[in-house]
């Protein structure tokens, strides 16, 4: 698999993709963001596994974003996610709050090919009232009276994360996050950026193998060297704390998150470095 | 060095961890961007409990390889013996509210979201709430928005519920048959009646003993081993309780 | 954790336990299961996840074993597993007949601790028919006129699997035979035996991470050198064919199959070799 | 060197997968014990179709790293376009016995098990049943024990069913709607009688073209590259078709 630049994999996802994201301590595709910024992306339907953070407050601000299904959004340590609160006062984006293991349940659904999963808990909960997508039924293996939350398949349309490497099977490795693998299963389409290419196949390394997604599940990988920046990648680099404070000190409004755009993303030098 | 008021909340949360009348907590799973009730884990450990600590989102060094999805499957195992939640408000019923305020989804105020509390308040025995700003704001007769019922109806798989709410003023024990919260100590410098204007729900106990102030030995561990092992995850935590900095992590 | 000496290992396992164990090719506990013939286990039922092999047939004609749930057993190229052909045929076990992912289905309800979980096929097979214990139920998602599979949770009392290493903590190195993980987080009771003891965390070290089982899960660790022999493990070695094929060969008959048991099982000097 | 029954098959076999008329076979997925289906596979491949190959119980460098549930599960994706089946029984409607003969569960004659047929056979697009033994024996008129059924009930979800079934003697293709094989191709050596005497369910086509060998081509493809991708899985049948053996893996 050869890489394809980093802005032509963000001009593989359509408008209205439902596209979903890891969160900011799990890969998550900050570079590539920039890029959907950058390509204008509209109308995306945004799947948090199982929350959301900077990528997703950056697309929000930018115009990216239709509709939003996660357990939450946060900035971390720098707080609360100021574009993702200011659309919600404003009521501009559709907001699907689930709760982080049911992310990961319909996610499992669409992984085995099953058009839904149980899971404990949920009853009682306001989330469920507002999930006309979720049903409760009786367990059928008890004696009556056990209800369950049912959960429909959940199978994005692009799965999207920065990795460490990829080869040129498409191999991509993840270490231990595992959990993207269940992401990329799910998901119709895998869009990867990733700090460099390998030689050799990954998957015929026993050492590096239990840390490996199957090229079979990726579409298309970009080299985008820092490309969790400004998010921590595993034991490569750590998060840049201060610029996710500077992040949520200027996207505390409108025209303090143009100038984060302008600066950080859309700048012909910010393009050009990535 | 005075005791720091985040000492004391570790340290009563710690005695509530060992409260010898609650299930066993054998294994303590912590989520992210808890130091409080991470320290207090980390000092039970380091009294000599035998207890496991699965703490989230350390850097590296990560107990898992799946993720909070392996988090999550091991709390519904039953393998998890408490937790902590928190929660933009919390009623009196033990509901926990992390969405928002006024009409769905927090239209007037929007929190993060639930994270796993509709979840996990389910599936682990025991649950701690703690939350450091006590005001009529946040203590509320009713949530909003019940992101995690504190009680469930007969027949709704449950292990247990909060076994009780720590807030920068008190402790209330939760009594889940009577659905009250019953004010079990108030911490130095509070009153009856500071609590009772505070608080927004109506809870049991007029008044009751002052939070007993950690013990020396406890101090020592929170400000010596305690605080290493916290370093790394909360620099900014332990350089402001304990004015320490990890020299390998700065 | 300090290991546990492998015949103690055994003893840890009541006679009567539910027993999962994984096949030939993932880590099979063949040195486990020689001494659990040595300490004369009774009335075990046996998991074959979600098939079995050499194990269980050694078990199988060495009386260990009440029932066997399992999709296959079969020694690979060495054809028939003999002594459970045998027990089928006097109809001395109780063989309880699954399809490999319905096995893995029902250890993932397990693990995610639901009492049950979806699978789609399965339907029209004379394996349904004969499992009281499965459902099919319309799915609830669907219009109308979807049958579908449901599967009970199953978690075994015990699994058992020779791993490469473990360390102080408990952690176990399986590599990229991460469906082991999903053995282990269902079944109550993990015993394990490794190559070899290693210093330090194994989960603390970012390579190894992907590969390894969480302690949290794991009761005891026996060390048991080529503990999967004559199964090979990974690349640490192969699979002894001559000697599958002379047991093959041996357990034909219940005599060859006692002098196999005399000679690599019960001799002082095989029991003191492990 | 002349060629051999099995190079034969494998040609032949390599002509279902590139069969213009069936769905596409972009990823094909090969169970354990596989050698023939393995080399056609293979063979297509190396002919430089664009084809993707999961092939099961390589000692390394396996495909998958969660063993045989990443294969059930890929094939739940629909991400699996065929699949290989056999089977102790195959009956005139392509049901599969693959757990045994006489009463349940095989009393007469126990097989291995089902593996996942009971699931492969309904989540693939397309299957090639593949049965060296060609005799009345295997190909019944009916299976004692229905370990996969070859057609299901409306409503029932499935992918597809058996493309065609390929003998020692003869190649079959199977009509879903007829729910009844139709003989494609005699190997050389057979006569429709022969096939008819050895063949215990009714079938279309009385008779039909001798099964064409392998290319030149093809059997330089199947004597070269694809024996050396077949040599460290298989070394027995390599040195039994190709008289070679892996020097490194002996």
């Known amino acids: 698999m050869t890489p394809t630049p980093l802005d032509a994999l963000a001009a593989l996802v359509p408008d209205g993709a439902l596209l979903a994201m890891p969160p ?127 959960l429909p398949a959940l199978a994005p349309d692009i799965a999207a994360f920065h990795a460490v490497c990829a080869d040129a099977h498409g191999n991509i490795y993840v270490g231990r996050r595992r959990e993207l693998a269940t992401i990329a299963h799910a998901s119709r389409r895998v869009l990867v950026t990733v700090e460099r290419m390998v030689e050799g196949n990954l998957l015929e390394d026993e050492r590096l193998a239990p840390g490996v997604i199957n090229g079979v599940y990726v579409e298309a990988v970009a080299l985008a060297a820092r490309g969790a920046w400004p998010i921590g990648l595993l034991d490569e680099y750590a998060m840049d704390a201060a610029h996710i404070a500077e992040y949520a000190r200027l996207a505390r409004t409108a025209e303090g998150f143009s100038t984060y755009l302008a600066q950080y993303v859309t700048a012909p030098l910010a393009s050009a470095a990535e | 060095m005075s005791i720091h008021p985040h000492e004391r909340l570790i340290g009563a949360i710690a005695r509530l961890i060992l409260d010898p009348l609650a299930p066993p907590a054998r294994h303590i799973a912590v989520g992210a961007a808890s130091p409080i009730p991470a320290a207090a884990s980390w000092l039970v450990r380091k009294l000599g409990h035998d207890v496991r600590l699965s703490l989230l989102h350390r850097p590296t060094g990560n107990p898992f390889t799946e993720g909070t999805r392996e988090l999550f499957d091991l709390a519904g195992q039953g393998r998890i013996d408490l937790f902590f939640l928190g929660g933009g408000q919390i009623d009196g019923q033990a509901n926990l509210n992390l969405i928002g305020t006024g009409e769905w989804p927090g239209r007037a105020a929007r929190f993060p979201g639930s994270f796993g509390s509709a979840f996990m308040y389910f599936m682990t025995p025991r649950t701690i709430l703690f939350r450091e700003e006590h005001s009529p704001r946040v203590l509320v007769p009713r949530v909003d928005i019940v992101s995690a019922p504190g009680l469930s109806a007969p027949g709704v798989f449950r292990r247990g519920t909060a076994q009780a709410l720590v807030t920068g003023k008190c402790i209330f024990s939760f009594n889940a048959t009577a659905g009250r919260f019953r004010l079990a100590s108030r911490h130095p410098g509070e009153t009856q009646d500071s609590i009772r204007a505070a608080t927004g729900f109506a809870y049991d106990g007029a008044d009751a003993p002052v939070t007993a102030d950690p013990t020396e030995e406890e101090l020592a561990l929170l400000r010596g081993p305690v605080c290493d092992e916290m370093l790394a995850t909360y620099p900014q935590f332990c350089r402001q309780v304990w004015h320490r900095s990890d020299e390998k992590a700065a």
Chains 1, 3 share one sequence.
């Open chain 1, 24 to 150: 900011d301590n799990s890969l998550a595709p900050a570079a590539f963001a920039r890029a959907l910024v950058r390509r204008r992306a509209r109308g995306l339907r945004l799947v948090g596994v199982p929350v959301a953070g900077y990528a997703t407050d950056l697309l929000i601000g930018a115009g990216c974003v239709a509709s939003l299904q996660t357990s939450a959004v946060t900035l971390g340590e720098a707080g609360t996610a100021p574009r993702f609160a200011a659309a919600v006062a404003a009521g501009s984006i559709e907001l699907i709050d689930a709760t982080c293991p049911a992310i990961h349940t319909m996610l499992q659904a669409a992984e085995k090919g099953v058009p839904f999963m149980p899971l404990r808990g949920v009853i009682g909960s306001d989330i469920l009232a507002h999930r006309a997508d979720w049903k409760v039924i009786d367990n059928p293996f008890a004696d009556g009276g056990d209800p369950i939350l049912l």
